[in-house]
Each structure stands twice: as structure tokens, then as C-alpha cells.
């Protein structure tokens, strides 16, 4: 059964450093979305992206944040200077044209010191 | 007052229980209602997919959704051990008023079935 998969599983980085996050979405997709979990709180959506732009983005989805599909596979989220308040559970999801249903990857841990 | 509410539990029930967990939700545009379930520090993984009012089922899964109370449900018959992880409400407009499917979680709910 084909999935979304993310790399890394484990990301730690120095506050102020720039981060990519990566994502394979499902392949025959053609919407996808970031989204993300501080640990102990709920699942808050970023982004989402169709047609190679951004469709909307949350307040949290600031300056410093951006995506991009630089292939015709890849997802990518990078932080530019990234914040203590970053460290969380980031979950890419992928969404057929004809369907209402996301699947979800299985996330990258952001730790941010 | 917040998009979605859900009580965060924990449930805990003995195996074999019938589970019932709830959300409720103030955004009328909602229309397609998901519960995923999430292992911890996994991922969420699709369990059940309703849109509009109404009940779907899917083997010990049963999705109801009150669309004129704002309340949806999931019931899980013959509870198994296996089911103990974190179940999500997720609801979405669809692309209604331009709207881009993005999803709403509630918090989730821990269960917790024992042997």
C-alpha cells in the first residue's frame, strides 16, 4: 500500500540554524500539506500547497518558514533560523484530487537547542 | 469558544468493551469528518471517513456524525488491547468558500483497553 514518508526521523539543531524537513508524498497525489505537534498539544495545520503554490497558510506559518516541491517526488518545509518554540512533531500529508482523505507520513521530531 | 473540542481522557476499559469517544464543533462549514488513530510519537493513520451526517461502519468501527448537534462519534466494538493508542477528530470545510481541506484536530483522546 503506498505511503508518505518522511526523512529525517530525528532532526537536532542549534537555535538559529536553518532546517529542511523532507517528504515523498503519495504518487499520485496532487495536494499536500505540512502539519505540526508540540509534544502534549494537538495536531495544528502549516500549510498547504497544490499546483506548485502555496493554497493557504496558518499564522504560525510565518516569514521563516517556506516550501517547495523541487521535484516531481519531493516535499520539502524548511525553517530558516529556527526558534526553541519550534521543537515538534512535523507531519507531512498527501491528498488525492478526487479524494477528501489525507494520509499522513510518519513525522520528523524537531529538536531544537 | 474552540473549533473542535474533545475530551482528552484517559479512557480506560477492559477488553472486549464497547468504546465511545466524541468530539463537538462550532464551524457549521464543516463538512467531511475523519478519526485517525495515533500511536505514540507515530504519525496519524486514517481509521474512518464520513461526510456529511450520517453512520458508516467498518468492521468493530462505527462513525456517526450529528451534523444538526455539531457531534461526531466513534464506536469501537470487542475492544482489543491492540486498539489502546490516541484517537483524533479531524474535520474540514472541503474547498468550500475556497477553503483547501485543511484539517481541524481536536486534542485527542488516549485510550487505553485492558487485558
Known amino acids: 500500500e503506498p505511503e508518505v514518508t518522511q526523512t529525517p526521523s530525528h532532526q537536532v539543531t542549534q537555535m538559529g540554524q536553518e532546517v529542511i524537513l523532507r517528504c515523498v508524498p503519495i504518487s499520485n497525489h496532487l495536494y499536500f500539506y505540512w502539519y505540526r505537534q508540540i509534544l502534549g498539544q494537538k495536531v495544528e495545520f502549516l500549510v498547504s500547497f497544490y499546483n506548485n503554490e502555496i493554497s493557504e497558510k496558518s499564522e504560525i506559518f510565518d516569514d521563516q518558514f517556506s516550501v517547495e516541491r523541487p521535484d516531481g517526488s519531493n516535499f520539502t518545509l524548511k525553517i530558516r533560523s529556527t526558534k526553541l518554540e519550534d521543537s515538534a512533531m512535523y507531519f507531512c500529508a498527501s491528498k488525492a484530487g478526487s479524494s477528501d482523505t489525507q494520509y499522513f507520513g510518519p513525522g520528523t521530531r524537531l529538536t531544537v537547542l | 469558544q474552540k473549533e473542535v473540542e474533545q475530551d482528552p481522557g484517559p479512557l480506560s476499559v477492559p477488553e472486549g468493551a464497547i468504546v465511545s469517544l466524541n468530539c463537538t464543533y462550532s464551524n457549521s462549514a464543516f463538512q467531511y469528518f475523519m478519526w485517525y488513530r495515533q500511536y505514540s510519537r507515530k504519525g496519524p493513520e486514517l481509521l474512518m471517513y464520513?461526510?456529511?451526517?450520517g453512520n458508516k461502519e467498518d468492521g468493530r468501527f462505527t462513525a456517526q456524525v450529528d451534523k444538526s448537534s455539531k457531534y461526531i462519534s466513534l464506536f469501537i466494538r470487542d475492544s482489543q488491547p491492540s486498539d489502546s493508542a490516541t484517537y483524533l477528530c479531524a474535520m474540514s470545510a472541503g474547498s468550500y468558500g475556497g477553503a483547501t481541506n485543511k484539517l481541524i484536530f481536536g486534542t485527542g483522546t488516549l485510550l487505553a483497553v485492558q487485558p
Open positions: 464520513t461526510y456529511s451526517s
